[in-house]
C-alpha cells in the first residue's frame, strides 16, 4: 500500500517540534554507556541500562540527582567532564534513525513548521546538526541550557511564540515521558516514538495520540493524522 502524502490541506498541526537524542539521532545507548562510565570514574554505584536512560533528556542536575544519588554536588562539574569524554570518544558512530532526513524533507516540503526541543546544550546541539547535515533545516531549536529544562513547558512554549504557532497546532514527538510530559505542560499534543529511551509500556501511559515504533510508522501517521 502507498504511503499517504503529507498534504497541507485540512492537517491538523502547523508546528513539528522533535526531540532529538533518541528521536532522531540513535544516540541512547551511547549515552547511558556515557552515563555509565562517568559514574565509575567518580567511584559511585554505575546505574542500570534503563535508569542510565530514563534520566536522557532531563536538566543535567536532575540528571545526576538520578543516576548518581551519592554524589557531591560539588563534583557535578567532574561529573559533567567525565561524561562528556566518554561521549565524545564514541560520538563518531551516531547517525540519524533510517527515514528521519527523508522524514524531515517531507515535512519541510509540505509546508510544516520544524523544530527541536531538546535536553543538550547549545553547543552540542548545534555541533549535533551539523554533523548530520541539517543545517538549515529546523525553522527553530530550543536546548536545555537556554531556560528551564523537561518537562517543564518553557522549551516549547518559547518555540511557539517564535514561531507564532499556537500549542493547539502544535505536535511533540519524542522518545521519553519527560516529552510526553512537556507538550501536556504546554497544552500541545504529542507522539512517542518506541525506538529511543523509554519502553512502549512507560510511554503508554503518558497518554500520547500514539506509539510509533520507528521512523516510516510516524512518517505514516502523520500523513493521515497529522
Not at 502524502?5 to 556515557?34: H, K, Q, Y
Not at 530514563?54 to 567532574?78: C, E, K, M, N, W
Request: glycine residues 8%; aromatic residues 6%.
Amino acid at each position: 500500500m502507498p504511503r499517504r502524502e503529507l498534504r497541507r490541506e485540512e492537517r491538523a498541526f502547523d508546528l513539528v517540534v522533535f526531540d532529538w537524542d533518541g528521536t532522531l539521532a540513535d544516540s541512547t545507548a551511547l549515552i547511558a554507556r556515557a552515563i555509565q562510565a562517568a559514574c565509575r570514574d567518580l567511584d559511585v554505584p554505575t546505574p542500570e541500562d534503563g535508569a542510565a536512560k530514563h534520566v536522557i533528556g532531563l536538566g543535567f542536575s536532575s540528571a545526576v540527582r538520578h543516576v548518581a544519588p551519592t554524589l557531591d554536588p560539588a563534583q557535578y562539574g567532574t561529573f559533567s567532564a567525565a561524561y562528556r569524554n566518554h561521549y565524545l570518544a564514541e560520538e563518531p558512530a551516531i547517525s540519524l534513525f533510517h527515514g528521519a532526513r527523508e522524514l524531515l524533507d517531507d515535512l519541510d516540503a509540505a509546508g510544516y513548521l520544524i523544530a527541536v526541543a531538546t535536553g543538550k546544550s547549545r553547543a552540542g546541539l548545534d555541533h549535533a546538526i551539523a554533523r548530520a547535515g541539517l543545517g538549515g533545516v529546523f525553522h527553530a531549536t530550543r536546548c536545555g541550557d537556554e531556560g528551564l529544562p523537561k518537562p517543564h513547558p518553557d522549551m516549547l512554549l518559547n518555540l511557539i511564540s517564535f514561531l507564532a504557532s499556537t500549542p493547539e497546532r502544535t505536535l511533540m514527538i519524542g522518545d521519553t515521558t519527560h516529552d510526553l510530559e512537556l507538550a501536556r505542560n504546554a497544552g500541545a499534543s504529542a507522539v512517542a516514538v518506541s525506538y529511543g529511551a523509554h519502553p512502549a509500556s512507560e510511554l503508554i501511559q503518558a497518554a500520547p495520540l500514539a506509539v510509533v515504533n520507528s521512523v516510516i510508522e510516524l512518517r505514516d501517521w502523520l500523513g493521515g493524522n497529522g
